[in-house]
């Protein structure tokens, strides 16, 4: 058997193992050290390459920044800025039909904008919103499926942990990536709401409204979100004006979503040390993967399965648009069965290589934006697919009396909105690239 055959029985072997219940990093350290065996013939190399790669891998500063997202989520949580939000949003839009289920959204993309994770964001919105929608009525159906979907916004609204992943990955601006990510995830938030209205006049019964709200009680509940809003500006903001590094206006915000957490007098001892374990477990997942990766993509290096691929795509002279749409739907089917962070790391050494071999018109540095937006859009849908999304089973399990198949039924009009909203920016880059072109 020849390298590149090892190299692609790599994914099979994997997709085995995490249908055997392995841990995907695990399944993915186990592959790598044992293809670089076969590769070699010898355990000492690999070894002494695991060594140094283990090293590399978790001092690396550019990483650095995915435990101070995530810790600024906690305290953000802790401060009850989701809570603000979610009550601003409802005082204007719950009178609507279907408008608590819009507002719920809407607090999603504001919750989004500080915290760089989509479960964290759904279950934290889950928690604030599940019990007002079921207050006014709301199907189980449609309560659950609004959460699932508003979750997504987390990793779509910048800072996003994933989009920090793939800049590492690919070697680009993280800046860029987050400033190019701003348009896709407003028109993504829009979309759930459209999708909202839609649905609650298909089906009237599914939800109720909330009375409406004097204008005063209206501003009054706007000046509770005043702390979402000052750091997001200090963060995004000082990442923009070169003030920060994105490193440096993560720890920024950590520490801001702490002191605001202590003026609200909702951080003590206790639950401060529950962030700081509640980071350290996500972190130790997401860098155990990244391990994981890390030792497969050697692996994949030595059988020259990314540079053969490639070589490959471009001697067939396949159209580059049906080469881009065939890797958007495979992204689709895997997110059935992975989760988004696996399949970044696990497919975007093979498949980025393959695709900025091809002409899309583009410089290559916008196309790395582009492409990285899209990928990160459908990872999000990923998160919301049955069977295995996993925004589905963090809001479910939080909604007693609503089935498993119940949240898929109410998902389902969300997914449409996603691919929709896919297919509008895969045909008009413009969209994703304009405010990265008008202000880099």
């Known amino acids: 058997m020849s390298n590149v055959e090892l190299g692609l029985w790599s994914f099979p072997v994997i997709l085995l193992l995490i249908f055997l219940r392995i841990p995907i990093g695990l399944a993915m350290l186990a592959v790598g050290i044992g293809g670089s065996y076969l590769v070699t013939g010898s355990f000492n ?129 993280i800046s860029k990536l987050f400033m190019a990510a701003f348009v896709p995830g407003i028109l993504a938030a829009i979309g759930y709401m459209i999708t909202i209205a839609i649905y609650v006049r298909v089906n009237p019964e599914a939800a109720g409204s909330a009375e409406r709200v004097p204008y005063r009680e209206r501003f009054a509940a706007l000046g509770g979100v005043w702390p979402v809003l000052v750091v997001f500006i200090v963060v995004i903001g000082g990442i923009y004006s070169g003030l920060f590094t994105p490193t440096e206006a993560a720890a920024i915000g950590a520490a801001g979503t702490a002191i605001i957490s202590l003026f609200n007098r909702s951080l003590n001892g206790k639950n401060f040390i529950e962030a700081i374990l509640a980071t350290a477990s996500s972190t130790a997942m997401i860098f155990l993967i990244v391990l994981g990766a890390a030792a497969l993509n050697g692996f994949l290096a030595m059988s020259q399965l990314p540079q053969v691929s490639a070589e490959w795509v471009t001697a067939q002279g396949f159209n580059p648009w049906v080469v881009l749409v065939a890797i958007l739907i495979l992204y689709l089917i895997l997110g059935c069965v992975m989760d988004s962070l696996s399949m970044i790391l696990l ?34 849908v990923g998160l919301i697919t049955p069977p295995v999304g996993m925004n589905l089973f963090v809001i479910n399990s939080m909604a007693r009396g609503t089935s498993l198949g119940q949240t898929y039924k109410g998902v389902l009009p969300f997914v449409a909105s996603d691919l929709i909203r896919t297919v509008i920016l895969t045909a008009f880059p413009v969209i994703t690239l304009f405010l990265v072109r008008l202000l880099y």
């Open 45 to 173: 190399p690999v070894m002494a390459q695991f060594k140094s790669l283990t090293h590399s891998t978790f001092s690396s500063y550019s990483l650095s920044v995915v435990p101070l997202f995530l810790l600024m989520g906690q305290f953000a949580t802790l401060g009850g800025m989701s809570a603000a939000l979610f009550k601003a949003a409802a005082t204007w839009l719950g009178h609507r039909k279907g408008g608590v289920a819009m507002a719920a959204i809407g607090a999603c993309a504001g919750f989004g904008a500080i915290c760089g994770s989509s479960l964290a964001t759904a279950a934290t919105m889950g928690q604030v919103a599940l019990p007002e929608l079921r207050k006014y009525g709301y199907s189980g159906a449609l309560a659950t499926g609004t959460l699932a979907a508003g979750g997504t916004l987390g990793i779509l609204i910048p800072p996003s942990v994933i989009l920090v992943i793939y800049a590492i990955l690919t070697e680009q601006n």
């Open 347 to 380: 497919t975007v050494p093979i498949i980025f290589p393959m695709v900025t071999a091809l002409d899309f018109g583009l410089p290559p540095e916008e196309f790395a934006i582009w492409f990285g937006i899209l990928i990160l859009i459908v990872v999000e």
